[in-house]
């Protein structure tokens, strides 16, 4: 609840430290032959336990039904109404490979890409290419000028680039190339309001000129862009909870995220487990912890339930790392469900959980969808989780008279 | 959540089919004998085998305590706030009459009721009169004549017509005539804000001349006005959700809502058995399809606990009917719950089901308000039904990077 001027004098700073552990896409849904979830099928006995010693309940990522992207599903865990603080995917994605974006810039997540012979398009991630082919490809495209503009490509991952432009009277009011399925052109970059029109027209220059750099590429023979957007204006999240708040987090869409919100980004390694050194090396400094555990998405995003249930039972056994260092409120929240039966991200209520001094269990004992909703939390809008937590932690005070 | 600019861009048509059954006054309350509600009582194996395989939950059709009448039910199933978008009784009378209700009309529900020689009211409903009595009443009131105005009276069914007036500045602010009790006499019509005076007028000159018409009859020798209403404006359902809605409702004035909200109304019979032939007959060529079922609120106004209990037992034989078209969203809904023990419409959450591909059924045994309270969609806003339809239709696609 970022926005709610009425509590800004009850957020008070204390020396206790706040640890929330976001897995990325934590929940599921059952199994059509077992009929229980990942969660339920996983064997998690740290998580178990940590249930039993906790408060526990369900989060809704945005509303019933909306089934949120990872940026939305995280500001929503951090205050945020997703519904009205609003990032662009080239933003974000600019963000997390820690472009200094600046006032007035427009990002766009861009795709290398198939085309056949006629340009249609055959593969929307030109096979999936490795960062080995695509880095020179970037290097090749960001030698492309136009107009007066300041004109970046950086590769992200494999397929994946950002295109960011800076300069005079650009705007993020540009449509998407990408159509979103095969057997199609590219679509031409347009204005969506008088004020994209310098953009579209040098975001389909730049997209001409690549054609032509990439035609002969067996593979990333063209490029899709999406997303186009500027610096959202977000309220700092530490002036707000009066915190001095941290992420670690090994992907880049997640330290993007941390920065809009004002977070100081700690560089990690690639693993869950680097994620834990970095977060006891570096606790003493800080009194909310934020750390992002990705594989559970991944797997349920592939639609692979077992992979899903493994990558739960990791997670479970990093939990002792995480309890060793005392964390006066520790909370395991996800930003969205993604059920391997459904391979995506879904819109179903995802398990919450609080351990604090205040905490001693409540009935529930075991880590699951199905446990968790007769928690005593009940199912609660994920922006309020922070409100929880300070309180938990000695950080929200007394409200009124 | 029809006017959730944020999300409009998510909605996307597909050819899945939705189905939503809105059983009126479904939720009621238990028996002070038995201890159980109508629906435990009823014996419904349809719907309890439907439930086993649903995502189950109650719906809150306002807010706790606000007991709706049909209308506000009703826009709250179809994702409009209730105590945003008002719809005055005059209008849904009228539309549910298939009066052609234009800008600036203003419409009242008419009843005849019976006076004594003082003019006291004595019945407010004229003996409960039949249609065949009161269709040359109306056509006689029908020849009144006031001022410059277009007046016009249609009969609805037995004692209640609908009075109808077109022309130049006039409003929907007028008081009611009705004192709602017997023993007084009936009301003027006063203006409730200063463009109410003309229509005031015009009111009660109609009422005047009415009462002169009318003084020879036994039973219905007065009239009563209600609900003075214009056309309110509600964004269309089908351009909001990009679906293509049809309604199916025996009668009148669930017509009128599903008009007002931009479906197409479906002629059907006077049956749910009609209305059940009628989505066959249609069945290909709408996506969203309202079906309404009356009984069971009929028979909780009545305060017949039993006949509530044979109504959703006779709803209950007709599921499979439903189950035949395969539809790929089926909901089971209430616009609000009618306890028979209370004889009237009430504020109590009400048995909400939905069964798409993804729901496999939740440990749900029965169709009922207490077993329901356990499903896994909890305690939802009304409002909200309708994002969750739409995900489980793949309609609702997902929100932000």
Same mark, same amino acid.
């Given at each position: ?187 031409? *970059? ?67 995220? *941390? ?38 998405? *991944? ?8 992979? %899903?249930? %493994? ?19 520790? &909370? ?9 039966? &459904? ?59």
């Amino acid at each position: 609840m970022i926005d709610l001027e009425v509590l800004k004098d009850s957020y008070v700073t204390t020396p206790s430290r706040i640890v929330m552990l976001v897995v990325d896409g934590l929940g599921g849904l059952p199994h059509p032959e077992t009929r229980k979830s990942e969660l339920e099928t996983a064997i998690t006995p740290n998580l178990d336990r940590l249930a039993q010693e906790s408060a526990c309940g369900l989060t809704v990522p945005v509303l019933p039904g909306v089934a949120p992207g990872s940026g939305p599903g995280h500001l929503a865990l951090f205050g945020y109404d997703p519904l009205k603080y609003l990032i662009g995917r080239g933003a974000l994605e600019a963000l997390g490979i820690e472009i200094d974006l600046q006032e007035g810039d427009v990002s766009a997540r861009g795709n290398f890409c198939t085309v056949d012979s006629q340009g249609l398009l055959v593969d929307r991630r030109a096979g999936r290419i490795p960062s080995e082919v695509s880095i020179p490809l970037c290097r090749d495209l960001d030698k492309i000028r136009v107009d007066e503009v300041e004109l970046r490509v950086y590769p992200v991952e494999g397929y994946r680039f950002v295109l960011h432009l800076r300069g005079q009277g650009l705007s993020e009011m540009v449509s998407e190339t990408d159509p979103q399925r095969t057997g199609m052109s590219a679509l031409e *970059a347009r204005a969506l309001a008088p004020e994209g029109e310098k953009t579209s027209r040098i975001v389909n220059e730049f997209v001409s000129q690549s054609r032509e750099i990439l035609k002969e590429e067996e593979r990333a023979n063209m490029v899709l862009l999406r997303g186009f957007s500027s610096l959202p204006h977000l309220p700092p999240m530490g002036d707000t909870y009066k915190l001095n708040p941290a992420a670690i987090a090994a992907y880049p869409m997640y330290r993007g995220l *941390a920065t809009i919100v004002g977070m100081r980004v700690i560089p990690t390694g690639k693993t869950f487990s680097d994620e834990l050194d970095t977060l006891r090396q570096h606790y003493q400094e800080h009194d909310f912890f934020y750390i992002h555990y990705k594989p559970a998405d *991944a797997a349920g995003e592939d639609g692979n339930f077992e992979a %899903k249930v %493994k990558a739960l039972e990791a997670l479970d056994s990093y939990i002792p790392r995480l309890r060793e260092l005392e964390p006066d409120v520790l &909370m395991i929240a996800g930003d969205h469900s993604t059920p391997a039966i &459904m391979a995506a991200h879904s819109w179903h209520p995802v398990p919450f959980l609080l351990r604090s001094k205040w905490t001693r269990g409540e009935g529930v004992d075991s880590f699951s969808e199905r446990s968790f909703a007769n928690g005593s939390l009940g199912r609660i809008p994920a922006t309020q989780a922070m409100l929880l937590a300070l309180a938990h932690a000695g950080k929200l005070s007394k409200f009124g008279p």
